[in-house]
Nanobody, 112 residues
């Protein structure tokens, strides 16, 4: 199993980023996928989850209305569109399959 995140970077407050997670080594279309984040000194936090077909999504209260999780099962990829970013969104973002497999993470920094 391999999960490879990309799309992180540094943005100003109010900006946007789109994270991608390319998956391989398992039946992607059968798996719910999750995005987590971990800020320095804090525990890992579940940000968003999407069902295997994409019809079910759920979000942490802290990102509702600003972040959107989506997936393309033809490309074995899950996305996290992040809008109206705030400094408190600064963290390393990870995608996960089965809460067992994890990517290496991608850094998101929101600062003026």
């Amino acid at each position: 199993v391999q999960l490879v995140e990309s799309g992180g970077g540094s943005v100003q407050p109010g900006g946007s980023l789109r994270l991608s997670c390319a998956a391989s080594g398992f039946t992607f279309r059968s798996a719910a996928m999750r995005w987590y984040r971990q800020a320095p000194g804090k525990e890992r936090e579940l940000v968003a989850v999407i069902g295997s077909a994409g019809g079910y999504t759920n979000y942490a209260d802290s990102v509702k209305g600003r972040f959107t999780i989506s997936r393309d099962n033809a490309k074995n990829t899950v996305y996290l569109q992040m809008n109206s970013l705030k400094p408190e969104d600064t963290a390393v973002y990870y995608c996960s399959a089965f809460d067992t497999y994890w990517g290496q993470g991608t850094q998101v920094t929101v600062s003026s």
